[in-house]
């Protein structure tokens, strides 16, 4: 039973419902995931509380959306930088991980 005002899931929600169920089942014990559009987008897992595992889901979903955001869609990298360094380098930078030097 769903419960809340609309009683109808879309089939996208479907779908990513039974993602995350079927991702969740293949961590640790105390698991929490976040799915959207075919793709986990924040999993906390392996942590002693369930708490605790909400809140680094929580985190790794405000990194994915931040991603996102024209400030770091707009950083500028050197000719050549491969494209895994360029993520690496945008998840550091929204979480306040770079020197002053990398800015």
């Not at 906390?44 to 979903?61: I, T």
């Not at 991603?67 to 895994?84: I, S, Y």
């Amino acid at each position: 039973k769903v419960v809340t005002a609309k009683k109808e899931l879309s089939e996208q929600a479907k779908l990513d419902m039974v993602l995350g169920m079927i991702a969740i089942k293949y961590t640790q014990s105390n698991s929490v995931g976040y799915s959207k559009d075919g793709m986990m987008i924040g999993v906390g897992a392996g942590q002693q509380s369930r708490v605790d595992c909400v809140k680094l889901a929580g985190r790794k979903l405000s990194t994915w959306r931040l991603r996102f955001h024209p400030k770091v869609v707009g950083l500028k990298f050197k000719e050549g930088v491969k494209r895994q360094d360029r993520i690496n380098a945008r998840v550091r930078y929204i979480e306040g991980d770079m020197d002053e030097a990398e800015l």
